[in-house]
């Protein structure tokens, strides 16, 4: 944490912390598992344990929602990602996978439709020159977008988010509320965003609103230590 052993770098082995501090080699390997636990190294295979990269933090506010209707006015489109993080549109990339599927329970009530009806589900993974930054499962009503370029994942990615997705469909977005929970990740996210032990994820639970009407639900997991939430509630 002083950084007298610098991000990237491997700590001595354990015979060499056994001999520095005279413990036992059980002791030097809980020392570690306490380290990985609280994510402050992590270790490789056929590498030993280093101390992990500090992770650029990306801030996460509300106003990404208001600035996407001016995007869509002047026709400067963009991504919270290439703003936020500063990094040209060339370094972001997006993996992707669409498909067509009912709405189980869960997703209806946030919807406010029958279970059953048809979404189009998409799943995200946001690259940043190449690392994982975010995951996301976004579901619109199919009968919204069914057979519009929204619906073909060749436009993927698309600058100025589901504002600029909906708008040339008629549609323009009112309302957006999210709902914020941590939790340790699963494994498939641990593997897909490369999150080390100990460290949790924030998942983030988005409802887009036409109206009334919810047109998209998302679910989006961060890793914690690259994220910032910041929101500003205005009561005057």
Do not use: C
């Amino acid at each position: 944490m002083s950084g007298v052993i610098p991000a990237g770098s491997l700590l001595p082995s354990e015979s060499a912390l056994m001999a520095e501090f005279s413990v036992a080699r059980g002791t030097v390997r809980e020392a570690l598992a306490l380290l990985r636990a609280e994510g402050l190294i992590a270790s490789a295979k056929g590498r030993g344990s280093y101390v992990r990269p500090v992770m650029p933090v990306r801030r996460l506010a509300s106003d990404r929602y208001r600035a996407e209707p001016e995007q869509v006015r002047s026709g400067e489109l963009s991504t919270s990602f290439t703003t936020d993080q500063q990094v040209p549109w060339s370094a972001y990339s997006l993996d992707k996978e669409f498909r067509e599927a009912p709405a189980v329970d869960a997703l209806a009530e946030l919807f406010g439709v029958t279970p059953g009806t048809m979404l189009l589900e998409r799943r995200f993974v946001f690259r940043t020159h190449g690392v994982p930054q975010q995951m996301s499962i976004s579901y619109l009503l199919l009968d919204m977008v069914a057979g519009t370029p929204v619906a073909d994942p060749a436009n993927e990615p698309w600058p100025g988010g589901n504002t600029s997705q909906l708008h040339p469909l008629g549609y323009t977005i009112t309302g957006v509320r999210e709902q914020v929970r941590a939790q340790m990740p699963i494994p498939d996210e641990a593997e897909t965003l490369r999150v080390p032990g100990g460290v949790p994820v924030v998942v983030i639970t988005r409802q887009t609103f036409v109206g009334d009407r919810a047109v998209e639900v998302a679910e989006i997991t961060i890793p914690a230590d690259r994220v910032s939430l910041d929101y500003m509630i205005d009561l005057t």
